[in-house]
């Protein structure tokens, strides 16, 4: 799906370019970009880190988070489900905290649980705060509402200062559309991929659609599964060209295993910067 050549993304890409004089010839640190009214700036790429076997107890999982912050990539995305918050905690003694953007998360629908799934977030990952806290898979506007009283919850932690940010992450056009009016939401992670794959509700025109609209209002947006958990591998290029280049996100969110993996993502990322500031 091709993107529009006025698209904000790309209008974004190419004021930076002309304000900081970049040399496309040696190189793009990656941009960091506004997350819709949030006031985190974010990098292009996010890093994945639904892997225990990785951010657990292993060190690879540090080492990548580490090298991304070497590379520019300064926002994470965890779960309280994922095992990750191990190598979370560990790179952040080696980071500066301010300068790390990270999304958590909760599938719990009482107060109960996500007070518990917010105070082990805090203490597992050793922060004080967290940027960005979301509702988990809400993927219709039923559940949605049985979240409420979360909802509360978490509006209260945030004019405490324990969070900065409020997210949904959702699999579903309609939910997308709704969340475009309503204020307390400021962030939303939503699957899109080349192939429409892993959307639970509507389509990949109805999701382009409605992220569009929700971009428009001002939310922060990133992205899900463009890789459609692995489904996408051996087109690896193609989808992620397709997410940095979507004209309504602000950064990708890609599972990453690797070095490897991470240099991949960053190249296709830097690629797709360049191409913007020279007008490609």
Same mark, same amino acid.
């Given at each position: 799906?091709?993107?529009?050549?006025?698209?904000?993304?790309?209008?974004?890409?190419?004021?930076?370019?002309?304000?900081?004089?970049?040399?496309?010839?040696?190189?793009?640190?990656?941009?960091?970009? +506004?997350?819709?009214? #949030?006031?985190?700036?974010?990098?292009?790429?996010?890093?994945?880190?639904?892997?225990?076997?990785?951010?657990?107890?292993?060190?690879?999982?540090? !080492? &990548?988070?580490?090298?991304?912050?070497?590379?520019?990539?300064?926002?994470?995305?965890?779960?309280?489900?994922?095992? /990750?918050?191990?190598?979370? !905690?560990?790179?952040?003694?080696?980071? /500066?905290?301010?300068?790390?953007?990270? #999304?958590?998360?909760?599938?719990? =629908?009482?107060?109960?649980?996500?007070? $518990?799934?917010?105070?082990?977030?805090?203490?597992?990952?050793?922060?004080?705060?967290?940027? &960005? %806290?979301? +509702?988990?898979?809400?993927?219709?506007?039923?559940?949605? =509402? $049985?979240?409420?009283?979360?909802?509360?919850?978490?509006?209260?932690?945030?004019?405490?200062? #324990?969070?900065?940010?409020?997210?949904?992450? #959702?699999?579903?056009? /309609?939910?997308?559309?709704?969340?475009?009016?309503?204020?307390?939401?400021? @962030?939303? +992670?939503?699957?899109?991929? &080349?192939?429409? &794959?892993?959307?639970?509700?509507?389509? +990949?025109?109805?999701?382009?659609?409605?992220?569009?609209?929700?971009?428009?209002?001002?939310?922060? @947006?990133?992205?899900?599964?463009?890789?459609?958990?692995?489904?996408?591998?051996?087109?690896?290029?193609?989808?992620?060209? %397709?997410?940095?280049?979507?004209?309504?996100?602000?950064?990708?969110?890609?599972?990453?295993? /690797?070095?490897?993996?991470? =240099? %991949?993502?960053?190249?296709?990322?830097?690629?797709?910067?360049?191409?913007?500031?020279?007008?490609?």
């Amino acid at each position: 799906m091709s993107q529009p050549c006025n698209s904000p993304t790309r209008n974004f890409l190419i004021n930076v370019c002309n304000k900081f004089h970049v040399n496309l010839q040696e190189g793009v640190y990656l941009f960091k970009v +506004l997350l819709g009214k #949030t006031g985190l700036h974010v990098s292009r790429l996010c890093i994945g880190t639904d892997y225990s076997d990785i951010y657990g107890g292993s060190p690879i999982g540090v !080492r &990548i988070l580490l090298r991304g912050a070497e590379l520019g990539v300064n926002f994470w995305d965890t779960s309280e489900s994922y095992g /990750s918050y191990p190598a979370i !905690r560990r790179a952040l003694k080696e980071l /500066s905290r301010e300068n790390i953007v990270i #999304t958590t998360k909760s599938y719990s =629908k009482r107060i109960e649980g996500a007070k $518990r799934d917010l105070e082990d977030a805090l203490d597992g990952m050793d922060t004080d705060y967290v940027d &960005i %806290f979301m +509702l988990h898979a809400v993927d219709d506007m039923n559940d949605f =509402k $049985r979240r409420k009283e979360v909802l509360r919850f978490l509006l209260d932690k945030k004019d405490e200062g #324990t969070i900065r940010s409020i997210g949904v992450s #959702t699999h579903s056009a /309609s939910v997308i559309s709704a969340l475009t009016n309503m204020p307390e939401i400021e @962030v939303v +992670l939503a699957v899109l991929n &080349i192939k429409g &794959i892993r959307i639970k509700e509507g389509d +990949l025109n109805l999701i382009t659609s409605a992220l569009k609209r929700l971009y428009q209002s001002g939310k922060g @947006v990133y992205l899900m599964k463009v890789l459609a958990r692995g489904k996408l591998a051996d087109r690896a290029m193609e989808a992620l060209t %397709f997410g940095f280049k979507f004209a309504y996100a602000h950064s990708v969110a890609v599972g990453i295993k /690797s070095i490897q993996e991470l =240099k %991949f993502a960053v190249s296709v990322a830097e690629r797709t910067e360049k191409e913007a500031c020279s007008g490609e």
